[in-house]
């Protein structure tokens, strides 16, 4: 499928070659096999992808909005028809299972078409002045170079969530994707190039984070940077674009609780439960990371959950009906691990899995996992796993699981799962989270605005208030005789 290399630095319109040296091998997660190799560049191809879509903003920027959704509408379009190949190039890079990399493409799809939809409804604002002989007028206008880093959970619609709405709003791009998962990231350049793209309205650069980094946060040119990442990076993304006052939309690491009520559905419930957990093999900043379930009904839960849990099917996603890939490398599995340890440590019970998979692929599987008598001192009820372990808690008063629930930094997403309407809207209104999903695991939608609270992040992705992240509103006062 891939050559030995592949060509992975787009500046101003051309795939670049880059010296055999400066090499990154890309590896299936599943098989550890080499795949390809991509560029790895630095600061040098990063300050001329800066000064190519520097100098692209200004036609692309003064297109009107019905013009450059054209461009996008042919992107969407160009991506739905091409899914499955789209989707077996994901599956090989990061291991998920190919039903769900095909869906992901999908989505994928969905934000550019979304973004062709709102590119020509970025309205301004007429103000009613107090004055008689003003009038107050607000427009929307391009921020101007965006710097776009993406993580490799979801090479292919974390992507497209930035850039679709960023270039809908008259921004150009350069993308830095995830040194893991490059190749879901050059299909999707290329996919602007058969739309048609203006020269330099979107660049991609592979290989040094840290170098490409730098340049994105220090040159001025670049006005704001959108990271989709760990918490970590983006209080050093924030810390360094100080300097030149960037704006910034960060969407970051969480730790969603699920809360489970007496008067759930306990059949829906699982089910959503173990969705929200395994897909992706739990390394979604919105999968359950805890999950809170009423006494009255624990041990039915957790003997339903257990059954479904016995069932997934583990193994290379590429395969029609696997359930669980592998993680996405081998600092993934050990972070798990420690997790799982330091619960044991401390009292928890595997009540499944609870270590490494023993299966025939040498990739990085970890089994997935359920854990009972678990207590607050535990790390994995703080810290991010990103793993399939779930750890499971008994309560039975609503205001104390709420707090519970609200007592981490963090703040992305938290799901409830209850029938009774009065207790969905009141809990959901003191959960201290950006989203919340009413008996709903999937809320990620190219409509609805995403994002977190508290050290989740800043700013929102999807919906029309995406678009207000790449938009500067200037504010217009006219004299009039
Ligand atoms: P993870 O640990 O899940 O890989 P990271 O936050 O480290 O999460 O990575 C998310 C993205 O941020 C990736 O594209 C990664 O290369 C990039 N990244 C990591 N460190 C830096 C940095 N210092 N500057 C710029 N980008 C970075």
Redesign the pocket.
């Known amino acids: 499928m891939f050559d030995a290399f592949t060509r992975s630095v787009f500046i101003n319109g051309v795939w670049e070659d880059i010296h055999e040296d400066t090499t990154d091998t890309i590896y299936n997660p599943a098989t550890l096999e080499p795949i390809t190799h991509v560029a790895f560049a630095g600061g040098k191809e990063t300050d001329r992808a800066i000064q190519a879509a520097s100098e692209a903003f200004p036609v692309w920027s003064n297109k009107t909005g019905r013009e450059r959704s054209r461009y996008l509408y042919r992107a969407s379009q160009l991506m739905l028809d091409d899914a499955e190949r789209l989707g077996k190039i994901l599956t090989l890079e990061q291991g998920k299972p190919l039903k769900e990399a095909i869906g992901e493409v999908k989505g994928a799809a969905g934000f550019l078409l979304w973004y062709a939809e709102e590119a020509s409804r970025n309205y301004g604002e007429w103000i009613p002045s107090s004055i008689k002989s003003k009038r107050l007028v607000v427009i929307p206008q391009a921020v101007g170079v965006v710097g776009a ?5 979801f090479p292919s619609s974390m992507i497209t969530r930035k850039l679709a709405p960023a270039l809908a709003a008259g921004c150009t791009v350069v993308l ?5 998962t490059p190749l879901s990231a050059i299909e999707i350049i290329k996919l602007f190039e058969r739309a048609g793209l203006p020269k330099g309205v979107v660049n991609l650069v592979t290989g040094d ?2 170098a ?3 340049r ?2 220090t040159n001025k040119n670049v006005r704001l940077i959108t ?4 918490t ?3 209080k ?2 924030m810390r360094e674009s100080a300097e030149h006052l960037k704006k910034l939309s960060l969407e970051l690491g969480g730790h969603a609780p699920s809360i489970v009520f007496a008067d759930a559905d306990i059949e829906k419930a699982t089910s959503l439960v173990l969705g929200s957990k395994f897909r992706n093999n739990g390394q979604t900043c919105i999968c359950t990371n805890r999950l809170y379930v009423h006494s009255s009904i624990a041990d039915k839960f957790a003997q339903l959950l257990k059954e479904k849990v016995k069932n997934l099917k583990i193994g290379l996603g590429i395969e029609k009906d696997t359930e669980i890939g592998p993680l ?1 490398n081998k600092q993934a599995c050990e972070k798990v691990q420690s997790h799982v340890e330091d619960a044991m440590d401390k009292g928890a019970v595997v009540a499944h899995g609870g270590k490494l998979w023993e299966g025939d692929l040498p990739g990085h599987y970890y089994q997935p996992t359920i854990l009972s008598n678990v207590t607050e001192d535990m790390k994995i009820m703080h810290e991010e796993t ?1 793993g399939p372990v779930i750890p499971i808690q008994t309560f039975t008063d609503e205001v104390d699981v709420t707090q519970k629930a609200n007592n981490t930094d963090y703040g992305l997403a938290a799901y409830i799962f209850t029938e009774n309407t009065n207790r969905a809207i009141r809990v959901s209104e003191k959960l201290d989270y950006g989203i919340v999903g009413v008996n709903d695991v999937f809320p990620a939608t190219p409509e609805a605005p995403f994002g977190g609270i508290k050290q989740s992040g800043i700013g929102k992705e999807g919906g029309h208030h995406g678009m207000d992240e790449f938009v500067e509103k200037k504010y217009i006062s006219i004299g009039i005789d």
Do not use: D, H
């Open positions: 880093i993406t993580p490799w959970n830095k994707p995830a040194p893991e984070a840290r490409i980094g730098k994105l946060l990271f989709t990442g760990s970590a990076v983006g050093y993304l996405i990103f």
